[in-house]
C-alpha cells in the first residue's frame, strides 16, 4: 500500500498553465506538508471485499441462477459445454472451452464474449441487458470475487446433496447462547472491559500503551459520539483538568446531545440502505423516507432498546400502540423493509414479489442475526446450516405481506402510501377544508354551465369569428383582465409595435342579402380610437376606423356598417395596428342578416339583457376562483403519510412451496412459516400464526435468549468505537466470519446489555470510560506491532478515519455555517422519478453539499452520491453496510482540495480565522485548535512561515487567498481525516 504522505504524481493532476499552475503547485505543497507533519503510523486497510462480495450476492448470483444454471449447474439434465458456472471452480477449470473467466481482464474471459454476443452467445434465449453485461465486466475487472465454493471432497461431476449434522450445527459458537464467565472484575466497573482485555494481553505476552494526552482523548470522543469536533471552549476546559472525574462528565454530556442522535442514526442508515430514492431501473422518489429518519434519530435521543426499535421495524404496523404518536412511530418504523432499491419496472410481477422478498430477508439476517440468507434462495447455503427450506419458511413471512401495490405508470409498480394518525382537531379541518373546497367547485360548476349557454345562445346568431380563430400576424397577447368578452378572452397589441400587428377573421356568408358588421372590444381612455378596419367582400375593399376610446354601442359590440352580400360572399375583415394611438383590442366580429332573409334573432334589448348577465357572470366567476384559490393556499396541512408495510388480506397469506433453483414457475414443497432449522431442536414452525408471521419473526428474533441478535448490536457497537468488531467481520458471524478475538468479552457485554434492558447508551458508557479506549498509538517500529500487527488484542490504539459525514460536518463547523437543525419533506420538489432514468440525466438536487445543514438531513439520491462523499468511503445505499470499507489514498486528498465546496468552506474558516486573530502565531494556534483539536507544535508554525514565504503565495492578490490555501491543506490532511 502507498503511504498516505506520498505526494500525487504528476500526470494524475490536470494540466494547468501560468497563475493556475502556480496556485495547483502551491496547493499541493501546501498538502504534502500538512500530511507530513501528521504521517506516523500507515493507512488502514483497504476493506473493500465485502463489498465485492455483496456486489457478487446482489448482482451477479441472481443473473447466473435465472439465465445459466439450466444448462450449467451440477444437477442440469446436461452440461452444456462442460461447464458448470454454479461454482467458482467451475468457470476456473472451465469447459470444452477452456477457463471461462481470467480475473482483472474482461477481454481475455470467454464468458463475457458470450454474454456479450462476440462469439457463442448466450444465454440463447436473447442477450442480456447492457447495464447486466456491464455489471459482468466489472466484477471480473474486480477480481470476480466469488464464495461459492465446493466442499474439500467434492469433484466438478459430483451430484451428491448436502445434508446438514443438526447436533453439529448447533455447537458452533453463533448458535449457541451467550454464556457466563466468572469476571475478573465487578461488571459495573469502569474496569470490568480492561481486566478481560488485560487476561488475553497478558497470555500473548503484550503490554499496553499509556493513556493518550487530553487532545487526542477528546477528539476522539467528540467524533465517536457526536460526529462533531470538540468546541475550543471544552478542549480547553479538559486540557486544564483531565481527571478520571471529569471524563465521564464529558462522555454524559455528549451521549444527552441531540448531535449524538443524529450521529448514531447515521450508522443505523448504513445497514437500513437507507436512501431518498429507489434507484435501480427507475429512481422513483422516496417521498416518505425522511419520517424513518427522523424516527431513528429520535429513538437514539430517547435511549429506546434496540430490542424494541427491531420490533417496531418488522412488525410495527402489527404491534400495540398507547398514542397516536406511538402508532405514527410504529408505522414509519416498517420503512426498514420498504426502502431497499428494487427493479420496479421488471415485467414478470410473480418475479418482482419474490426478489422483493430476497431482499428483505436477506436485510433481516444480515442487519440482525449477521447471516447470509441470500443464496439459500436457489440451493442449501454452502457454508452455513441454512437450508432451501429455511429459506422458503421464512420467505413465505414477507411474501404474506404488501410492500408493493398498484402501479406508478405501465408495468412499472410502485407501493401505497400509507396514512399516518391524526388528530381529531385536524381531521376536522381537513374535513370542513374538504366541504368547502366541494361547495365552491360546485358554485363553479353552476356559473361556467351558466356562462356556456349563454354563450352558445349568443353563437346562435349571425355568423361569429373570435378570435381564437381568427388568423394573426405579429405581437398579440391574450387577456381576460377586463370582463365582457365573447368566448374565453380577447386580444390586445400591447400598445407597442406598431404596424407589425394584425388579424383576419374569415367567413362565408351563405345567404345573399344585407349584412350588419359587428366588432366586439371592450373600450376604455387608453384605446385607439382610430383602428384602421378593412373588410373585404368578394373582390371589393371597404376601409373603415373604429374608436375603441367609445363604449360599445351594444353589450360587447358596435356595428360598423351594413353590406349588401351575393350568396356565399367570401368576406375578410381585417383589423391593424398600423398607426393606431392606443392599445388595440381584438374580441370577434360578427356577421347579422338584417333584411328579413334570415332569421333575426334577439331583440337590442335583450342582447344587452344577455350580454350584462354574461359581464356578471364572468365576474362572479373570476370571484369564485379566486376564493377557491384562497381556500386553497390556506389549506390545512394534509394527511401524513409513510412508506409503511401492511400485511395482505388474510385470505391472501399463505406458506412459500421452494422454488427449485430459485425459479418462480419450478415449484417444489409448500415449507410452513417459520424459522432455520438450526435455531431449534422441535418446531421450526409459528404455531400458533396470526397474520403474515411478521410479529411471530420479531419476537423471536428479540428474545432475550436468543444467541446472535443481541451480539452482533453489541459487536456493532463496539466496533463503531474501537475501529475493529469483536467479530471483525460484522456482518458474517457465520462460517465465512471470523470467530471473535474476545469470546468471553462479547457474551459478557452481550449478557449485561439485555439485563439492562438492551440500553445502547449504558453500553456505549462503558466502552469509552474503558482504559482500553483511551489508549494512545505507537509508531510502525514498535515492538508491540510486531506482536500483533493487526491489534487483535486492545493493546493500544490505532488510527481511524472519521466518516465521510463527519468530515464533510467538521468543515462545516470550522466555516463557523453548521445550521444544527433538522430538515422534513426535503423530497418534496421531486415528482415521481428524481431522474429520467437515461445517461444524459441527473437529478436536480434541492439540497446540495453547499446547504449548511448537517449531512445526515441532506437528500441520499441512488446512483448520484455526491464524488466528495463517495470518495471518502460513504455508505453505499445500494448494500447494507454494517461496516464501511476504509481507504486512504491520494484521490482523497486531491478530491477535498480540488472540491469547490471545500474551497468556499476553507474561505468562510479563513475569514473566520482573520476576524478572531491579529498575527500569525494566534492564526496558527486558532487553526490547530479548531481543526485539529491540539495546540501547535513548532513545526505548524514554520509550515506556514514556509509557505507565506514561497513564490507562489506573494504572488497572490490578497492575504485572504494565502491563508485559505493553507486552510485547504489542512481539510485535506492525515490529520484532519483521521483519529489517533
Known amino acids: 500500500m502507498k503511504s498516505p504522505c506520498a505526494s500525487p504524481k504528476r500526470s494524475a493532476i490536470v494540466a494547468r498553465s501560468g497563475r493556475d499552475q502556480r496556485l495547483w503547485n502551491a496547493v499541493r505543497w501546501c498538502v504534502l506538508a500538512v500530511l507530513t507533519s501528521s504521517c506516523s503510523v500507515a493507512a488502514v486497510a483497504d476493506e473493500a471485499s465485502e463489498v465485492s462480495f455483496d456486489f457478487f450476492e446482489t448482482r451477479i448470483r441472481p443473473v447466473l441462477i435465472e439465465h445459466c444454471y439450466e444448462c450449467h449447474a451440477e444437477d442440469s439434465d446436461d452440461l452444456g459445454g462442460s461447464l458448470r458456472l454454479d461454482v467458482k471452480e467451475g468457470w476456473e477449470v472451465g469447459g470444452d472451452s477452456g477457463p471461462a473467466i481470467r480475473p482483472g481482464d474482461p477481454a481475455a474471459s470467454e464468458l463475457m464474449a458470450a ?20 455489471d459482468f465486466e466489472k466484477w471480473i475487472r474486480d477480481g470476480a470475487v466469488d464464495p461459492r465454493l465446493m466442499d474439500e471432497e467434492e469433484q466438478l461431476t459430483s451430484s451428491r446433496t448436502k445434508s446438514f449434522d443438526w447436533e453439529q450445527a448447533r455447537q458452533f459458537w453463533a448458535f449457541q447462547p451467550p454464556r457466563s464467565s466468572e469476571s475478573p472484575v465487578a461488571f459495573d466497573s469502569d474496569s470490568a472491559i480492561d481486566a478481560y482485555l ?90 416518505d423516507a425522511w419520517r424513518y429518519r427522523d424516527y431513528l434519530v429520535r429513538s437514539f435521543a430517547d435511549d429506546m432498546p434496540i430490542d424494541r426499535m427491531i420490533r417496531e421495524q418488522i412488525a410495527g404496523d402489527l404491534m400495540p400502540a398507547s398514542s397516536d404518536e406511538d402508532r405514527r412511530d410504529k408505522l414509519v418504523a416498517t420503512t426498514f423493509l420498504m426502502i431497499g432499491t428494487k427493479m420496479l419496472s421488471e415485467r414478470n410481477k410473480t418475479k418482482l414479489r419474490m426478489d422483493v422478498v430476497d431482499e428483505q430477508l436477506d436485510t433481516v439476517g444480515r442487519a440482525f442475526l449477521g447471516m447470509t440468507f441470500g443464496c439459500a434462495r436457489c440451493h442449501d447455503h454452502k457454508f452455513d446450516p441454512i437450508t432451501t427450506r429455511d429459506y422458503y419458511a421464512m420467505a413465505g413471512i414477507f411474501r404474506s405481506t404488501r410492500t408493493l401495490h398498484g402501479e406508478s405508470q405501465q408495468y412499472v409498480s410502485t407501493w401505497k402510501k400509507t396514512p399516518l394518525p391524526i388528530s381529531k382537531a385536524h381531521e376536522q379541518s381537513i374535513r370542513k377544508h374538504e366541504q368547502s373546497l366541494q361547495g365552491l367547485d360546485k358554485e363553479i360548476k353552476a356559473v361556467e354551465s351558466e356562462l356556456k349557454i349563454l354563450t352558445e345562445k349568443a353563437e346562435l346568431e349571425g355568423i361569429t369569428i373570435d378570435d381564437v380563430d381568427a388568423v394573426r400576424e405579429g405581437h398579440w397577447v391574450e387577456s381576460t383582465y377586463t370582463p365582457g368578452f365573447v368566448g374565453k378572452g380577447y386580444l390586445h397589441d400591447e400598445n407597442r409595435n406598431k404596424g407589425e400587428s394584425l388579424i383576419r377573421f374569415v367567413a362565408v356568408l351563405p345567404n345573399a342579402g344585407r349584412y350588419e358588421l359587428r366588432v366586439h372590444y371592450n373600450s376604455s381612455g387608453n384605446r385607439a380610437s382610430n383602428l384602421p378596419v378593412s373588410v373585404q367582400l368578394n373582390n371589393e375593399t371597404h376601409d373603415l376606423i373604429l374608436d375603441q376610446t367609445v363604449r360599445p354601442t351594444t353589450g360587447t359590440y358596435s356595428v360598423l356598417n351594413e353590406f349588401d352580400c351575393e350568396a356565399e360572399t367570401q368576406s375578410q375583415v381585417t383589423l391593424s395596428n398600423r398607426g393606431t394611438d392606443g392599445y388595440v383590442i381584438a374580441d370577434a366580429v360578427q356577421w347579422v342578416q338584417v333584411d328579413g332573409q334570415a332569421d333575426q334573432g334577439d331583440s337590442a334589448a335583450e342582447i344587452e339583457r344577455t350580454i350584462a348577465m354574461r359581464t356578471a357572470l364572468t365576474q362572479t366567476l373570476k370571484e369564485l376562483k379566486s376564493k ?137 458508557r462503558n466502552i469509552v470510560c474503558s482504559d482500553a479506549y483511551s489508549r494512545s498509538m505507537v509508531s510502525d517500529d514498535d515492538p508491540r506491532v510486531s506482536l500483533d500487527p493487526e491489534n487483535r488484542w486492545r493493546g493500544r490504539a490505532v488510527r481511524r478515519r472519521i466518516p465521510a459525514e463527519a468530515i464533510r460536518d467538521a468543515m462545516l463547523v470550522a466555516a463557523g455555517t453548521l445550521d444544527p437543525s433538522g430538515r422534513e419533506n426535503l423530497m418534496d420538489s421531486y415528482a415521481t422519478l428524481v431522474s429520467q432514468n437515461n445517461a444524459n440525466s441527473k437529478a436536480t438536487t434541492k439540497f446540495g453539499l453547499e446547504d449548511p445543514k448537517r449531512t445526515i438531513y441532506l437528500p441520499l439520491i441512488r446512483s448520484e452520491v455526491p464524488p466528495l462523499l463517495a470518495n471518502l468511503d460513504a455508505a453505499d445505499p445500494d448494500l447494507l453496510v454494517g461496516k464501511r470499507p476504509t481507504t486512504n489514498v491520494p ?53 506556514l512561515h514556509t509557505w507565506l514565504n514561497s513564490d507562489v503565495a506573494k504572488a497572490m492578490s490578497s492575504d485572504e487567498e494565502r491563508y485559505r490555501e493553507w486552510i485547504a491543506a489542512m481539510f485535506a490532511s492525515t490529520e484532519f481525516r483521521f483519529l489517533d
Open 115 to 134: 454474454i456479450r454476443y462476440e462469439s457463442s452467445e448466450m444465454p440463447p434465449a436473447g442477450k442480456l441487458p447492457d447495464h447486466v453485461v456491464r
Open 198 to 287: 488485560q487476561r488475553r494481553l497478558d497470555a500473548e505476552e503484550l503490554t499496553t500503551t499509556p493513556i493518550a494526552n487530553a487532545s487526542v482523548r477528546l477528539r476522539r470522543l467528540a467524533f465517536d459520539l457526536t460526529g462533531l469536533p470538540p468546541d475550543p471552549e471544552t478542549l480547553r476546559q479538559f486540557q486544564a483538568d483531565p481527571s478520571d472525574a471529569h471524563w465521564p462528565r464529558l462522555v454524559d454530556r455528549y451521549l444527552a446531545s441531540p448531535q449524538f442522535a443524529e450521529h448514531w442514526a447515521r450508522h443505523w442508515m448504513d445497514v437500513a440502505r437507507y436512501a431518498d430514492s429507489n434507484g435501480s431501473d427507475f429512481n422513483a422518489t422516496h417521498h
Open 628 to 764: 377557491r384559490a384562497d381556500l386553497l393556499a390556506n389549506a390545512p396541512s394534509p394527511v401524513p403519510t409513510a412508506m409503511a408495510l401492511a400485511d395482505l388480506p388474510t385470505d391472501e397469506q399463505e406458506d412459500c412451496p421452494i422454488h427449485i433453483r430459485g425459479e418462480v414457475s419450478n415449484l417444489g414443497d409448500i415449507v410452513p412459516r417459520g424459522i432455520p432449522q438450526v435455531f431449534s431442536e422441535s418446531t421450526t414452525a409459528f404455531e400458533p400464526l396470526e397474520g403474515s408471521g411478521r410479529l411471530e419473526l420479531a419476537q423471536w428474533l428479540t428474545d432475550p435468549d436468543h444467541p446472535l441478535t443481541a451480539r452482533v448490536s453489541v459487536n456493532r457497537i463496539w466496533m463503531h468505537l474501537m475501529g475493529e468488531g469483536l467479530v471483525r467481520t460484522v456482518d458474517n458471524f457465520g462460517v465465512r466470519g471470523e470467530k471473535p478475538t474476545h469470546p468471553e468479552l462479547l457474551d459478557a457485554l452481550t449478557i449485561d446489555f439485555v439485563r439492562n434492558g438492551w440500553r445502547q447508551k449504558r453500553l456505549i
Open 891 to 943: 484521490a482523497q486528498a486531491l478530491t477535498l482540495i480540488g472540491s469547490p465546496e471545500v474551497r468556499q468552506w476553507a474561505m468562510q474558516t479563513t475569514k473566520r480565522m482573520m476576524k478572531e486573530t491579529t498575527d500569525d502565531t494566534q492564526r496558527v494556534r486558532w487553526a490547530c485548535a479548531v481543526l485539529f483539536s491540539r495546540d501547535p507544535r513548532p513545526v505548524d508554525e514554520r509550515i
